[in-house]
């Protein structure tokens, strides 16, 4: 199988009974709120960044400050995790307990307009690896197939041939673009809850800058920034990248079942409950995305339920180490840059 194309076989079927998989998953009772676990990764997630502040205020002005820098970087990204699952209706029954939650990770708690990004996040799910309709293959700053690289200048051309070796320094800048993306999307006029988003996202700015500059000088504290920020789109870069990356590019004409075009381009990540942790219950991607608003802490139970249904549907359950996603989804991108600098037949 190609990260270019889907085989034919796999397009007979009709919906390989996902109703079917969707009552098997309800009757274990795994689409039910998890309130008491959602309590108590909120109050872990909020102490640790309370904790965290105390702390660079007994450190004060000093370059160890930096050493923060990767601690502040995670406790975003798990602030991340949250409006995610804030996003898809995991935390709270009802739509507007979980936006208010949403904006408050997202907006407030790592400056992320939370609208624009359901809307993209929506969009991905609904297409995955389609690149005319998900906006994460798009092709922006990585090629993902030949015909991107090749459609792109010489600079753009070149940056595909390295893409592989870039990647991770890429994800450096992961943190800016998405702050950038959500200015920019909050300044068009149209947008909902506009006024609101935007004070959310200003009060971010603002008590950001003034807790750090209380307690270093400004110096220090734009290297804090320059550097928790480089860490912070490196850690959430490296949370996503498993997920899709090297996986079947497809798309809409691809006569797929929903069940089909979600489970071939996604695959899951091996390991201990660490990397749960770690990745915010996304090493279950294939169980995220055939059932989107089950809470992180029932995606663990879905798993045989998910993947004795596909072994009866003949589908295939892809899942590797993390080490072993890195080395696919780079193995992919180099794979594409080589085949783009080749000339054309």
């Known amino acids: 199988m190609t990260a270019e194309t889907v085989p034919p076989p796999v ?20 689409l039910r709120r998890r309130p008491i676990f959602y309590s108590a990764l909120i109050a872990v997630v909020v102490g640790m960044l309370a904790g965290g502040i105390v702390l660079s205020a007994v450190i004060g002005d ?14 975003f990204a798990q602030l991340g ?3 995610h699952e804030a996003g898809h209706r995991q935390i709270f029954r009802g739509k507007r307990a979980n936006d208010t939650a949403g904006l408050l990770f997202g907006n407030l708690g790592i400056g992320l307009a939370f609208g624009w990004w359901i809307d993209k996040h929506r969009r991905h799910h609904t297409d995955p690896n389609d690149v005319e309709h998900d906006p994460d293959v798009g092709g922006e700053a990585i090629a993902f197939t030949v015909v991107q690289a090749r459609a792109r200048g010489r600079a753009g051309r070149l940056l595909a041939r390295y893409q592989a ?28 809850r506009r006024g609101l988003e935007i004070a959310l996202l200003s009060a971010h700015v603002l008590i950001s800058v003034a807790v750090v500059l209380m307690v270093m000088s400004p110096l ?38 929903f069940l089909a075009r979600q489970v071939l381009t996604t695959r899951n990540v091996t390991g201990t409950r660490f990397n749960e942790v770690l990745l915010g219950g996304l090493n279950f991607q294939i169980e995220h995305h055939l059932f989107p608003n089950m809470p992180r802490v029932a995606l663990r139970h879905a798993q045989p339920i998910v993947r004795r249904h596909l072994a ?28 783009a600098a080749e000339p054309a037949g």
Not at 12 to 25: F, I
Not at 174 to 183: D, P
Not at 318 to 339: I, K, M, N, P
């Open 220 to 257: 220090k504290a734009l290297a804090f920034i320059a550097l928790q920020q480089g860490l912070f789109g490196v850690y959430l870069g490296c949370a996503f990248a498993p997920n899709h990356k090297g996986m079947p590019m497809v798309a809409r004409q691809d006569r797929l079942s």
């Open 312 to 339: 009866e549907q003949g589908l295939p359950y892809h899942e590797t180490s993390l080490v072993g996603c890195y080395r696919l989804a780079l193995g992919h991108l180099d794979s594409v840059g080589r085949q």
């Open 165 to 192: 070796w870039l990647f991770f320094p890429m994800l450096l800048l992961e943190g800016l673009a998405l702050h950038v993306a959500s200015v920019r999307a909050v300044a068009r006029p149209g947008y909902r």
């Open 62 to 75: 000093s370059w160890w400050q930096l050493a923060m820098a990767p601690y502040f970087a995670v406790v």
């Open 81 to 83: 995790f949250l409006g």
């Open 11 to 30: 397009v007979a079927r009709l919906d390989h009974g996902y109703s079917e998989l969707l009552k098997r998953v309800r009757g274990e009772g795994l």
